[in-house]
């Protein structure tokens, strides 16, 4: 007889005489347990971490979000739902991830409401020109959300209409498939999981010069086939649950390069029976808060995060005045002030005037910036400056004893002592 799998040394005979389950058994389970474990932990070694550090407080709190938003970067980079919550006291998350056609965004909705209960899903459809399921080139972006997922009969269902591929589909049912290679990769870093404290969102602090050409403003179009069959099912979905399906298509450049996604599906979503909002004209300075030629940048989330918070403010139950005095609250300031040092830090690590710039609109700082008056700033940036007049929190100088062209120093605004003090 073979000799049962065994990395203990010591004998269990003894200890298990007189006892019905034989030593052999005993041992083999043991370590099985002790082999399971030891994955366990070079799967949390070697894993991706950003999976952890964007949904491990989605999962925390789950059942207090009123509004989740989904959808692809175009909403996980313009809505900002602690900044929601501190001026609006809504709670809200943003499972809004890159690259995300529609159908993937009706499977992270599919899973996600296993776990919470919004009163309202505010959905971006700027892929809803796409007919693809998941483009080879994007078939990596799923695990931002699907990696910490816990393993369900969503889950499985989910792996198998996204992907293809039995080996794709395995890499996202045990993850440890695909990072057990990342051992050249890690870093210290790798050592822990932090939560971002961002509420899902991503600040993009940039600044970006759009190029000089016309605007291709949206037409009317057919959504094709498999994104509208998508859209339907998440609108099952919300009604199945009694949730407020919100259609949106957030702020960006419509250059005529980009004019494939300039599509406005207003007509379409009024067939269907959805609330459709449109925010890609006067929500945002696009010359000033563009971070790229598809995106916003931190100043331009922060306008958008404003535009929801007073269309949501409208259509959310009222509360009472003993509310603010609610443990959970205490939770969520707690979560806020982690928050504001997440930005702090962002803001201390940038070493260019530009990013600095494009979060003047913040609240929660004081920007003091000197400027000799011989300084000719760029177009985008002289925009940034104008606009910043507006803001109650930006100091604007001239000071022409300066060696430098341009100073900008921060602060918060309870403090005296500033985090950033640089010149360029």
Excluded at 133 to 141: R, Y
Excluded at 324 to 329: I, L, P, T, W
Aim: contains cysteine; negative net charge; charged residues 30%.
């Amino acid at each position: 007889m073979r000799k049962p799998l065994s990395i203990f040394s010591f004998n269990l005979n003894n200890k298990l005489q007189g006892r019905k389950i034989p030593a052999p058994i005993v041992e083999s389970v043991l370590t099985l347990i002790f082999l399971a474990l030891m994955v366990r932990g070079l799967s949390l070694l070697v894993e991706n971490k950003q999976s952890y550090g964007k949904y491990n407080e989605f999962y925390k709190y789950s059942g207090e979000y009123e509004v989740l938003f989904c959808g692809s970067s175009h909403m996980m980079n313009a809505v900002l739902p602690m900044e929601l919550w501190k001026d609006y006291g809504i709670h809200s998350y943003n499972i809004g991830n890159g690259a995300e056609t529609i159908p993937v965004t009706y499977h992270v909705v599919l899973n996600a409401l296993d776990y919470a209960a919004p009163e309202v899903l505010v959905m971006d459809v700027f892929y809803a020109y796409s007919d693809q399921i998941l483009p080879e080139i994007s078939k990596e972006m799923p695990h931002q959300f699907f990696d910490l997922l816990p393993l369900s009969e969503n889950k499985l269902r989910s792996v198998r209409e996204i992907f293809r591929d039995e080996k794709d589909r395995w890499n996202y049912i045990i993850p440890f498939s695909i990072y057990h290679s990342r051992w050249n990769e890690l870093t210290k870093n790798d050592l822990r999981r932090e939560d971002e404290c961002l509420g899902g969102a991503r600040l993009l602090l940039a600044s970006y010069t759009l190029r000089d050409t016309l605007f291709d403003p949206p037409a009317s179009h057919d959504i094709p086939g498999r994104p509208g069959e998508y859209i339907k099912k998440v609108k099952e979905l919300c009604d199945e649950r009694g949730i407020r399906l919100i259609c949106v298509v957030n702020p960006y450049a419509m250059w005529q390069e980009n004019r494939t996604c300039n599509v406005n599906f207003k007509k379409e979503m009024a067939e269907l029976g959805i609330e459709f909002l449109d925010l890609r004209e006067d929500v945002v300075d696009i010359y000033a808060d563009s971070a790229d030629d598809m995106h916003v940048n931190l100043c331009g989330e922060r306008k958008v995060t404003d535009f929801y918070g007073r269309y949501l403010s409208s259509i959310l139950p009222r509360r009472d005045s003993s509310y603010s005095s609610d443990s959970r609250e205490i939770v969520w300031n707690e979560r806020y002030a982690a928050y504001v040092q997440k930005k702090e830090d962002f803001l201390a690590m940038c070493e260019d005037a530009a990013p600095l710039l494009s979060d003047l609109n913040d609240p929660d700082f004081y920007f003091e910036i000197s400027m000799r008056s011989d300084t000719v700033p760029d177009d985008t940036m002289l925009r940034m400056l104008e606009n910043a007049k507006n803001y109650d929190n930006v100091s604007i100088m001239t000071d022409d004893d300066m060696k430098e062209s341009l100073k900008i120093r921060i602060r918060r605004k309870d403090s005296e002592e500033y985090f950033v003090n640089r010149s360029f």
